[in-house]
């Protein structure tokens, strides 16, 4: 599961280094371009699943260091139900069988 979101960062230029570099730690973000002053942070949180993208995002909003956290996109497809091959299942039509 893939989700889009902006980090609003707090107004503190001294705390915007460490701030990034405690974001970008985290296995499940991807940090996105913006310029040196930015305070809104573009990423990408790429977890397993809706909890864990849930909990990337309430670890997001309990850091100190970011005011906001704003989910613009959330992708919930998994690669397990879709396939470009296969059949349809008669007893499950909403599977895709090899």
């Not at 919930?76 to 879709?82: N, P, T």
């Amino acid at each position: 599961m893939i989700a889009g979101a902006i980090a609003t960062l707090i107004d503190d230029a001294q705390q915007l280094q460490s701030a990034l570099d405690v974001l970008a730690a985290r296995p499940e973000i991807e940090l996105g371009q913006f310029t040196g002053e930015a305070r809104r942070i573009p990423l990408t949180i790429d977890s397993l699943d809706r909890r864990d993208v849930e909990s990337v995002t309430k670890w997001l909003q309990d850091r100190p260091e970011v005011a906001f956290v704003d989910i613009v996109f959330v992708h919930l497809e998994d690669d397990k139900s879709c396939t470009l091959q296969g059949n349809v299942s008669a007893n499950a039509p909403h599977e895709l069988q090899e």
